[in-house]
């Protein structure tokens, strides 16, 4: 078990751009969450999927979010067209399920988002 | 909609003092609960969860969290804090019914001095 992976865990960009993020969760656990931490806040929930499937998105995933998980292993978040505001950690966690200790949730490092 | 608060933002304690971190949580579900640490720049480590049975649950480091559904609080305790201990702990709640996705409480800054 090598824990849920994380790339790259930095990324400076300019406005405007284009960015894309990696998670690899544990193996096997078909949830798969990403959340959103500013400075000084817990974590907000951004989206999450069972395998494959994308089964809610926050109103804080604006129209220049997407998230994908094509086979039901790792996932990609994509911000276009960045904004300052877009500056943040960005966590995945996995779980093995929903009830129980297998809704547990392990998170990996983080990709911090630095938007000049 | 669910809520968590961290009642202190900020929780400054002598070295093998003890400490208690609270934290408490809105819902009319029945809910997981969750703590958190997180050190500078890293993710976020699972330091313990009540999911049900016994009230008092115990953690890694030490650390152990009592769920008490009439005051709907979480609150995380250690006997005897160390150095080590200085980081950021986030209290969180789960609702199966959701999804599962966590919500977390705005986090407790525990550091701990010599």
């Known amino acids: 078990d090598t824990g849920v992976s994380q790339n790259p865990r930095h990324k400076i960009t300019k406005r405007g751009q284009n960015v894309t993020f990696r998670c690899d969760p544990i193996s096997e656990h078909n949830r798969l969450y990403w959340y959103r931490q500013t400075l000084g806040q817990g974590p907000e929930f951004l989206t999450y999927f069972q395998n494959e499937a994308q089964l809610e998105k926050s109103r804080l995933l604006s129209d220049r979010f997407s998230a994908e998980r094509p086979k039901g292993s790792f996932s990609t978040l994509e911000i276009q067209r960045t904004e300052q505001g877009d500056s943040a950690m960005y966590l995945c966690a996995s779980s093995p399920g929903l009830a129980g200790g297998r809704a547990t949730q392990y998170f990996g490092p983080g990709t911090r988002l630095l938007v000049l | 909609a669910q809520s968590v608060t961290q009642l202190d933002s900020q929780v400054p304690v002598f070295e093998e003092a003890p400490v208690e971190l609270r934290c408490n949580y809105s819902?009319?579900?029945?809910?997981?609960l969750f703590w958190y640490v997180q050190y500078p720049n890293q993710g976020l480590q699972l330091l313990l969860k009540y999911l049900s049975g016994s009230t008092l649950v115990k953690g890694i480091n030490g650390f152990e969290a009592e769920f008490n559904k009439s005051q709907t609080s979480f609150h995380l305790r250690k006997p005897s804090v160390h150095i080590s201990d200085t980081a950021e702990y986030f209290c969180?709640?789960?609702?199966?019914?959701?999804?599962?996705?966590?919500?977390f409480g705005q986090g407790t800054e525990l550091s701990v001095k010599p």
């Open positions: 969180a709640v789960s609702d199966r019914n959701q999804g599962g996705k966590l919500i």
């Open positions: 819902s009319s579900v029945s809910v997981y």
